[in-house]
Structures are given as C-alpha cells and as structure tokens.
C-alpha cells in the first residue's frame, strides 16, 4: 500500500515527462503521432475508486495540455477514457469476478485480456481526442484515419513499456 | 424531491464525468477563442523556462543544417554588399541619397518550443516585449516566411504559424504578379494550398510563390513555396493549387521577426476608407 504512493507519482511524472520531451517530438510523417501517458490510467489497481480515477485522469491530461498548449484537449479526451474505465473492465470480467489487489497489466492479467483491454482504451481515447482536436465531422474519414494509425503506434509502445518492466518482475 | 436524490445517486458517476468535461471544454474553448495570453500557456514562465533550457540541450543535435543554412543565408546576403560591386567610373562622388528610408527592420530569435503534428500549431521564440516585438509581426525564417507574432509576454512570443487552420498569408505569384491567399489544409506539414489565383493565368510547377506586401506584416516578395500540383475544376473560376513550402518547419530554429515601420500608418489609412463606406 505504501509503496504505491511512491511509485504511482512518480510512474506519473515519467509517463508525462516521456511523452513531452520524447513522443511529441517524435511526429512520424507528419500525423502521426503515440500517446503513451493513457497507460498511468490503465494501470491503476482495478478497485481504485472511479471518482479517484478521474480526478488522476483530469490532472495528467492538463499536465500534458500544459506543455503541448492546447488547454483542456487531453483533458477532456483522460477524462472520457476514466468514464470508459469502469465499463470496460466490467465487459472483460472474468466470470467469477476480479481478484483484490489486482492490477490490469499483462503479468496479473494474461496476454488475451491485456490485450483486448488496451486496444479498446486506447482506440476510444484516440478517437475523442483527435475529433475534439479537429472538432468537426466534414472530414471524418481523414480524422478517423489518423487515430487508428496513431492507435497502432501508441499500442506497440504500450506493449514495448509493458516487456520492459516484465522482464525485472521475473526476475525478481 | 427523493426521486431526483436517488435519481442523482444512481448517475452521480456520469454527473462526475460531465462535471469534468464541462470543466475541460471551458478550458478548451476559452483558448481556442483567441484568447490565447491566459494563465496555462507555453509563454509563462514556469514552462517557458523549461522549454528554453530543453531547447538548449537539444539544439546541438540540428547545429550542422542551421550552420549551413546561416552559412547560405551569409552567402547570399554578402553577394548583395557594396563591397561584391565594382565601381564603373574612377570619380569619387559622395550622394547623400533621400530616395531610401527605412521601412522594415529584423530582429533575429530562436525557436524554442515547435510543433507541425497539430491542426493549429504554434511556435514560441525567446524573444518577446522587452525586445520590442509585439503583436502582429511577421516571422521570417532562413528560406521563407513561418508565421505571425500572436501574443507577447515579456521575454517570449507565441506565433501563429504557417501551419494554422486559420492562418492566411496574402502571397502572390513571382513571374505574373496574380495575387490570392495562401492556407493549410492541415494534412501534410510540407504542402499548403493557394487560392483565388484565376484560372486564365499560365502557371508551371515548381512557380514560386513570394509574399504580396500588401498587409504590412512582411515585405514584398519574400519566397513561401513553390507550386507543385494544379488543377482547373470545372465550372470555377480559380484554380486548385497545392503548393510545397520552401520552409522545412519540422526543422528550424532561427528566424527574424519582421519590424515594419509604417505599419501602423497603413492600417489606420485603410480603416478610415473602410470606416467612410460605410
């Protein structure tokens, strides 16, 4: 329980640092572009409370809004991937339920779960964020595809950060 | 009474949730307004500061090109100087010359926060008031123009950059003179669009197309792009042109903020004549 108050922040203040210093500048052809600070909310424990949620949500968004200058962008788009959270965690329940203190990465939960739980988290916030950044629907087929192709580049990080850290708990 | 508590109770998660985007949406249009110089903004001085230093870092890994680009620009700019001329007659004559006044004058900043992945990105330069720059000046970069001064704080300035969906810049052809505006359409950060250029007018691929001078912000025939591809559609008057900026702005840091003059004496003229219409 302590220890979680240490290595959330600072998961937090990593996720957020990487992705202004490191992913934005990244800019594949131009459109392109991963979001990979999602991941600090969908790795929080799967019996946080919602309200606890999107409070996080609505902070790492405007801490990442406050360097990219676009005032309540992420926001908004952190704040509707919290209200999802809970929705989506029910639809993949196991049939007996989640244990306590289980966490949603790929070591708790199984690849197929993780798996299917990102994809549909991070396809949802993708698509709210790049039609609130274009905020219109005329061009709605340009938008959609910019968030798909943006979707595979932040999932394929998301599964690098997850590897990442797998390895050090196996070898704990 | 209690069946709108219970109803309330039911949904509190989806109030919590419209509480927040009510909250986020606030924020997002009172920016979006032109309202840019608020509180959370790059031009603060919490991250202003941050991104001053980071671009410090960062600099070094793009010194060769901006050396070379500097080292062009010098190239250039020495094959205009009294000193690359010869002299035709033998005389010494000294002439005081009135035909000239200065009109426009350049401060030269640097980047220090960039983006071309937005649908309205802007560029923040470390320059800002106590350098004299202020709102509504041109910004040039080594090749061509980059944007336009939107706010001003103190040490830093925000400009509108090219690639902005709102962004116009008055531009007109090099060798025919046809004037229209040039825009983004907010695909790739290398193309752009130039409209009203009417569809009698003989135009190749690879025209350049240089600033107008008529809105006082640049000087005249300062480059922007080239054309690239064009089309007459039917029934239309004008063409399609999609141009291809001569700026690579996924790759600049130093650009001069364009000073003019007689700015003010030309926007306040044509007010008046707008004023008298009506």
């Known amino acids: 329980m302590i220890r979680s108050f240490i290595t959330y922040p600072l998961q937090f203040i990593l996720l957020v640092l990487v992705q202004v210093l490191v992913l934005n500048n990244i800019q594949f052809s131009g459109f392109i572009n991963p979001y990979l600070y999602i991941l600090f909310i969908l790795w929080l424990p799967i019996e946080t409370p919602s309200w606890l949620v999107m409070v996080l949500a609505c902070f790492l968004g405007l801490s990442v809004d406050l360097f990219t200058d676009t005032m309540g962008m992420h926001a908004s788009a952190s704040i509707f991937l919290a209200f999802c959270r809970p929705g989506i965690l029910r639809f993949l329940a196991p049939r007996d339920g989640y244990e306590t203190n289980q966490i949603p990465n790929l070591q708790m939960m199984g690849i197929v779960w993780f798996i299917s739980y990102v994809s549909i988290a991070t396809i949802l916030h993708h698509l709210f964020l790049f039609f609130i950044e274009v905020f219109r629907f005329s061009e709605f087929l340009s938008t959609f595809g910019r968030a798909m192709a943006s979707s595979v580049f932040t999932l394929l990080l998301i599964f690098i950060t997850q590897l990442f850290f797998y390895n050090q708990e196996a070898r704990k | ?278």
């Open chain 2, 1 to 278: 009474m209690r069946n709108l508590i219970s109803f309330i109770n039911k949904y509190s998660f989806f109030f919590l949730f419209l509480l927040f985007e009510v909250f986020a949406f606030y924020l997002l249009f009172r920016n979006n307004n032109f309202q840019r110089v608020s509180f959370f903004n790059s031009t603060n001085a919490i991250s202003g500061s941050f991104y001053e230093s980071y671009s410090e870092l960062t600099d070094y890994i793009n010194l060769k090109e901006v050396n070379d680009a500097l080292a062009a620009e010098n190239e250039r700019l020495r094959s205009t100087q009294i000193n690359s001329f010869q002299r035709l007659f033998g005389e010494n004559i000294m002439v005081k010359d009135t035909l000239f006044k200065r009109r426009f004058r350049f401060a030269k900043a640097k980047i220090i926060n960039n983006s071309i992945n937005k649908q309205n990105n802007y560029i923040t330069l470390n320059i800002g008031s106590s350098n004299g720059i202020e709102s509504g000046m041109g910004v040039i970069g080594p090749s061509g123009v980059v944007g336009v001064v939107k706010n001003v704080s103190e040490n830093y300035a925000s400009v509108l950059s090219v690639l902005h969906r709102s962004a116009k810049v008055s531009a007109k052809l090099k060798n025919t003179q046809y004037f229209g505006s040039l825009q983004w359409d907010g695909k790739n950060y290398k193309e752009g669009i130039l409209k009203d250029i009417p569809n009698h007018v003989h135009l190749t691929e690879g025209d350049t197309v240089v600033t107008s001078g008529f809105s006082a912000t640049f000087p005249e025939g300062i480059s922007i792009a080239t054309i690239q591809k064009f089309v007459k559609p039917e029934g239309e008057n004008f063409y399609d042109i999609k141009v291809k900026f001569v700026n690579d702005f996924k790759n600049i840091s130093q650009v001069y903020v364009v000073k003019n003059s007689y700015k003010l004496e030309q926007v306040l003229l044509e007010e008046q004549s707008l004023k008298e219409d009506d």
